[in-house]
């Protein structure tokens, strides 16, 4: 099975300040036929179920705003938040697809420093 | 809208059998690979297993540890998804997610979610 690890497991960050979670896999998730990374992200506020933030790595879902991007390749990715806001307070998750069984990261828990 | 609504949740004893199901709206369902996740309380996301569309032969997988007493089904003409969960231990207890694959994309992520119906499992 891949290994998702993220980190840190928790972290706080001013308001307007930048965010970075980090992600590896214990084997590359990229598609060489696809040339894909298939490589997912999620936000999960409390009570409620995952978003879809990111796919294919770096490809920002609909409607998800601008501030999140994605990037990284093969086994190391991030996820920033340029600016945060209040509302992103929440759990993130990674999210392998490459291999059957779909695995995911622990999550990492976002604050208001 | 597009939607997604489990249901059948409950409290079970250990040992019993419980089905859950996940009834879509908004869009064509049987284009699309449903997957079922769970989370168990105070813990992370684990995925519990996929079935593609009627386009790749309704092929499911499964998280090994569930040991085989999970099954995934379909019925297109009724937009439904199905969780049968056999044997039922304590640590199955969970709020259960059904969602839908990006299929049409080939993203593999997953784009609609429910908002997920409880398993309690216990004496």
């Known amino acids: 099975d891949i290994v998702m690890t993220q980190s840190p497991d928790s972290l706080a960050v001013s308001l307007g300040e930048r965010a970075t979670l980090n992600c590896k896999s214990s084997q590359s998730v990229f598609h060489s036929t696809d040339k894909k990374n298939y490589l997912a992200w999620y936000q999960q506020k409390p009570g409620q179920p995952p978003r879809l933030l990111i796919y294919w790595a770096s490809t920002r879902e609909s409607g998800v705003p601008d501030r999140f991007s994605g990037s990284g390749s093969g086994t190391d990715f991030t996820l920033t938040i340029s600016s945060l806001q209040a509302e992103d307070v929440a759990l993130y998750y990674c999210q392998q697809h490459q291999d059957i069984p779909i695995t995911i990261g622990q999550g990492t828990r976002l604050e208001i420093k | 809208e597009v939607q997604l609504v489990e249901s059948g949740g409950g409290l079970v004893q250990p040992g019993r059998s419980l089905r859950l199901s996940c009834t879509a709206s908004?869009?064509?369902?049987?284009?699309?690979?449903m997957s079922w996740f769970r989370q168990a309380p105070g813990k992370g996301l684990e995925w519990v297993g996929i079935?593609?569309?009627?386009?790749?032969?309704?092929?499911?997988d499964y998280a090994a540890s569930l040991m085989g007493r999970f099954t995934i089904a379909r019925d297109d003409s009724k937009s439904i998804a199905y969780l049968q969960m056999n044997s039922l231990i304590a640590d199955d207890t969970a709020v259960y997610y059904c969602?839908?694959?990006?299929?049409?994309?080939?993203?593999?992520?997953?784009?609609?979610w429910g908002q997920g119906t409880v398993v309690t499992v216990s004496s």
């Open positions: 969602s839908r694959e990006k299929t049409l994309t080939r993203a593999r992520a997953f784009d609609i």
């Open positions: 908004g869009f064509t369902f049987g284009d699309y690979a």
């Open positions: 079935i593609r569309s009627k386009a790749y032969d309704e092929r499911t």
